[in-house]
């Protein structure tokens, strides 16, 4: 069982690493997409990174509950984690208006889907984005997302056994 996180900014290179090092590590690895369709424009970035992929992956769509899936003995890329926190923002997004505590309970409700989730004897590949690195947002709604992700991130920083930070398709290890 191990945990990987790669990190950077949007267009870093951080699938196409993460996808680079699932299949060092398996010849049939999983994919498991995260992000829901918003667009046309959306769905186009989703053909493109599924055109990318051979007919070696496997692949899982799933907007919220990892844990949902049996990953047992293989080795999983979930991309990404900044889209799966999206997803749990967008379906409590009123109460993200209203007040700061419920930054804290999507927080908690998401660490016990990573626990779970992660507790299956497999190889975790997490794909996250760096966003904190601009400035602080004038909407509430973005600043509260953005702790969200910095927590969230830390939070599985803090459980992986590498973590890479991705800076114009240059992998740094930070962990």
Same mark, same amino acid.
């Given at each position: 069982?191990k945990t990987i996180l790669i ?27 995260? =992000? /829901?369709?918003? $667009? !046309? ?5 989703? &053909? ?7 007919p070696q992956w496997t692949n ?39 007040? =700061? /505590?419920?930054? $804290? !309970? ?5 660490? &016990? ?24 947002s004038d909407n509430i709604i ?34």
């Open positions: 069982m990190t950077g900014g949007q267009r870093s290179g951080k699938s196409e690493e993460a996808e680079r090092l699932a299949l060092t590590l398996s010849d049939s690895p999983i994919y498991l997409a995260t =992000s /829901r369709i918003w $667009d !046309d424009e959306f769905r186009h970035r989703v &053909e493109r990174h599924q055109m990318r992929r051979g899982i769509e799933e907007e919220k509950w990892l844990s949902h899936h049996d990953v047992s003995g293989r080795v999983v890329l979930i991309d990404c984690v900044t889209l799966w926190a999206t997803n749990f923002l967008f379906d409590s997004r009123e109460d993200f208006e209203d007040s =700061s /505590r419920s930054v $804290d !309970d999507v927080l908690a409700q998401m660490k &016990e889907e990573f626990d779970r989730f992660t507790s299956q004897d497999a190889t975790f590949i997490f794909v996250t984005n760096e966003i904190g690195l601009g400035g602080v973005q600043r509260r997302f953005t702790d969200l992700q910095g927590w969230l991130n830390q939070y599985i920083a803090s459980k992986a056994d590498e973590v890479y930070l991705m800076v114009s398709g240059i992998k740094v290890r930070i962990k």
